[in-house]
T-cell receptor, first 113, second 111 residues
Framework: NAGVTQTPKFRVLKTGQSMTLLCAQDMNHEYMYWYRQDPGMGLRLIHYSVGEGTTAKGEVPDGYNVSRLKKQNFLLGLESAAPSQTSVYFC????????????FGPGTRLTVL | GEDVEQSLFLSVREGDSSVINCTYTDSSSTYLYWYKQEPGAGLQLLTYIFSNMDMKQDQRLTVLLNKKDKHLSLRIADTQTGDSAIYFCAESMTGRRALTFGSGTRLQVQP
């Protein structure tokens, strides 16, 4: 099992450009999440999904869109990147089981110039 | 509101015990977690405790929960240099699958 994978690992964008981050999990998990990590601020939830075809807003959703067309994939889109979106982005997934352990991907480091 | 707070930094000597503390504000928390993040990597779950428990022990790790004071701690016995990392406290609440994370405590282990 690969667990949770993220592509790309690194990306540099110019202000106004768009991009999509891909998260894939092979654990048949129902729940998937996108977080961003900024220095001294821990992880903040951007969007999440409780199943295929569903998405919901998290704590900091503005400027991002997501889609969950397939159960194993969760895409995070930036339509018009801004320097404030420079961050490390983590995807996670979890099952419906007790304890709600979230499994994290290795992260995508995004810089917006 | 939801808020999870941790001290930013802890330095210990190899072989000593480390105690990392966390406070949270939401009394409806169901599970509380400790995650470890090594440089350049994602978060890895170390352990978790259900909110009706006071203590959980797992090898070198001991989690203590004081629900009255909303205080959670992680004790690492016989701390090793490989324990150097950032440790995140997190909580989940009834009906909410996503977690609320603290800002992380950087543990530095001196040889």
């Amino acid at each position: 099992n690969a667990g949770v994978t993220q592509t790309p690992k690194f990306r540099v964008l110019k202000t106004g450009q768009s991009m999509t981050l891909l998260c894939a999990q092979d654990m048949n998990h129902e729940y998937m999440y996108w977080y961003r990590q900024d220095p001294g601020m821990g992880l903040r939830l951007i969007h999440y999904s409780v199943g295929e075809g569903t998405t919901a807003k998290g704590e900091v959703p503005d400027g991002y869109n997501v889609s969950r067309l397939k159960k194993q994939n969760f895409l995070l889109g930036l339509e018009s990147a801004a320097p404030s979106q420079t961050s490390v982005y983590f995807c996670a997934s979890s099952s419906q089981g007790v304890g709600n352990e979230q499994f994290f991907g290795p992260g995508t480091r995004l810089t917006v110039l | 509101g939801e808020d999870v707070e941790q001290s930013l930094f802890l330095s210990v000597r190899e072989g000593d015990s480390s105690v990392i503390n966390c406070t949270y504000t939401d009394s409806s928390s169901t599970y509380l977690y400790w995650y470890k993040q090594e440089p350049g990597a994602g978060l890895q779950l170390l352990t978790y405790i259900f909110s009706n428990m006071d203590m959980k022990q797992d090898q070198r790790l001991t989690v203590l929960l004081n629900k009255k004071d909303k205080h959670l701690s992680l004790r690492i016995a016989d701390t090793q240099t490989g324990d150097s990392a950032i440790y995140f406290c997190a909580e989940s609440m009834t009906g909410r699958r996503a977690l609320t994370f603290g800002s992380g405590t950087r543990l530095q282990v001196q040889p």
